[in-house]
């Protein structure tokens, strides 16, 4: 009988570890609550875990110092991290357990759905990862009956050689760059919250740094985002497609709320095969894009549905906004990098998003296009019949 993947969740209060625990009782995995960081990382010593539920603020040794050690030694780094936390959700504090390691952030009460989605999400990661050990370990038992296990194993490093050692130099650039701008904003936050009083026209500027620092961090994000599209260490697997939306939507949940967006979710195409962390980038980025190019005044309204199927294969999921718009003759122009068609001024942007997006739907072998409505914009994704998994 397979083992079931084991989940670490680390928090000084018991009641939480106990509700926390009876939210994620029906989900197939096995749950090891323990009450501090050290006590975590006595069980990361014992037991292998495919993710940690870290309560940030603990007496003695915090969640940031516990990640910390976790993501310095060579066994654990590589083990999933999201933070869950009664603290303030400022850039500021969110910004550290980022770059302390965190994958993720959960403020409390926690919402249960989405907790439950976020393990769920990683359960499904775990369970792909198994099946394909398991794969390449019958292929090279298969390999060795046959005399071709060394075969197998070059051209299997061969093929993936190239696209990690992409995705490797990608990150390594980003990291370098983003460095310098860490350091410059925390530099400047301190000093615009320290209690020495300011000239007006010093903190002036401090807010000008930090605003195009910010912008500067943006785009090296996007350009990552960018340069990671169509690059994948992860096999396409079957993806629940709502579930890929619904995390998106997650992710942009403050944002959702500071807007009061009108979000309106239709019929969907259900399983697809897919890289889903792509997709849910597809989305994410489609639905970010809806939010921002909005008129002064105006509440966004995003829609995102299955349109009626017009050819036997066809599939069309269609993700429309009452914003601005966009110029009919610049649609075909809005999916090229760094092409910007609104002011920079107006609206911030790294001009990669629509072009992320772009790279992703060809990763899949789907088209997107963009239409013009009468108020607003509908980007429409086209996947094929074949790609589709649904009874």
Same mark, same amino acid.
């Given at each position: 009988m397979t083992e079931k993947p084991r989940l670490l969740i680390v928090d000084d209060d018991s009641k939480n570890l106990h509700s926390t625990k009876r939210i994620l009782e029906d989900l197939p995995l096995s749950i090891k609550t323990v009450l501090s960081g050290e006590e975590a990382l006595r069980a990361l010593v014992k037991d292998s875990y495919f993710l940690i539920l870290m309560d940030v603020q603990m007496?003695?040794?915090?969640?940031?110092?516990?990640?910390?050690l976790i993501r310095g030694s060579v066994n654990f780094q590589?083990?999933?991290?999201?933070?869950?936390?009664?603290?303030?959700?400022?850039?500021?504090h969110v910004l550290r357990g980022y770059e302390g390691? &965190?994958? =993720?952030?959960?403020?409390?009460?926690? +919402?249960?759905?989405?907790?439950? *989605?976020? @393990?769920?999400?990683?359960l499904d990661l775990e369970s792909k990862k198994r099946k394909l050990e398991m794969t390449i370990e019958k292929l090279e038992k298969a390999g060795e009956e046959l005399g071709i296990k060394k075969e197998l194993e070059f051209s299997n490093k061969e093929?993936?050689?190239?696209?990690?050692?992409?995705?490797?130099?990608?990150?390594?650039? &980003?990291? =370098?760059?983003?460095?310098?701008?860490? +350091?410059?904003?925390?530099?400047? *936050?301190? @000093?615009?919250?320290s209690e020495s009083s300011l000239d007006m026209e010093i903190e002036s500027y401090l807010k000008h740094i930090d605003k195009n620092s910010q912008r500067a961090r943006n785009l090296i994000n996007g350009i990552l985002e960018f340069s990671a599209a169509d690059?994948?260490?992860?096999?396409?697997?079957?993806?629940?497609?709502?579930?890929?939306?619904?995390?998106?939507?997650?992710?942009?949940?403050?944002?959702?709320?500071?807007?009061?967006?009108?979000l309106i979710i239709g019929d969907l195409p259900g399983e697809i095969n897919c890289v889903s962390?792509?997709?849910?980038?597809?989305?994410?980025?489609?639905?970010?894009?809806?939010?921002?190019?909005?008129?002064?005044?105006?509440?966004?309204?995003?829609?995102?549905?299955?349109?009626?199927?017009?050819?036997?294969?066809?599939?069309?999921?269609?993700?429309?906004?009452?914003?601005?718009?966009i110029p009919a003759e610049k649609l075909?122009?809005?999916?090229?990098?760094?092409?910007?068609?609104?002011?920079?001024?107006?609206?911030?942007g790294s001009?990669?998003?629509?072009?992320?997006?772009?790279?992703?739907?060809?990763?899949?072998?789907?088209?997107?296009?963009?239409?013009?409505?009468?108020?607003?914009?509908?980007?429409?994704?086209?996947?094929?019949?074949?790609?589709?998994?649904?009874?």
């Open positions: 007496p003695g040794m915090d969640g940031f110092e516990t990640t910390s590589d083990i999933p991290i999201i933070f869950i936390t009664a603290i303030s959700k400022e850039d500021k390691g &965190a994958v =993720d952030y959960l403020f409390k009460p926690v +919402n249960p759905v989405i907790l439950k *989605s976020k @393990i769920s999400v990683f093929l993936n050689k190239k696209n990690q050692e992409l995705l490797v130099y990608d990150h390594m650039v &980003a990291h =370098d760059l983003n460095a310098p701008l860490r +350091n410059i904003i925390s530099y400047v *936050s301190l @000093i615009m919250e690059k994948s260490n992860e096999l396409k697997e079957i993806c629940d497609i709502r579930m890929c939306v619904d995390a998106a939507i997650d992710n942009l949940d403050s944002v959702i709320q500071e807007k009061n967006v009108q962390i792509k997709v849910q980038q597809l989305f994410q980025n489609l639905i970010s894009n809806s939010i921002k190019y909005q008129s002064d005044g105006q509440r966004p309204e995003v829609k995102i549905y299955m349109e009626s199927q017009k050819a036997e294969n066809e599939i069309k999921i269609n993700v429309e906004d009452n914003g601005i718009g075909k122009e809005i999916f090229e990098p760094f092409k910007r068609l609104q002011s920079v001024a107006k609206f911030e001009g990669i998003g629509l072009a992320t997006c772009k790279k992703i739907v060809e990763f899949h072998n789907w088209e997107i296009k963009a239409d013009r409505l009468k108020e607003g914009t509908k980007f429409v994704i086209e996947l094929w019949e074949s790609e589709s998994v649904n009874e």
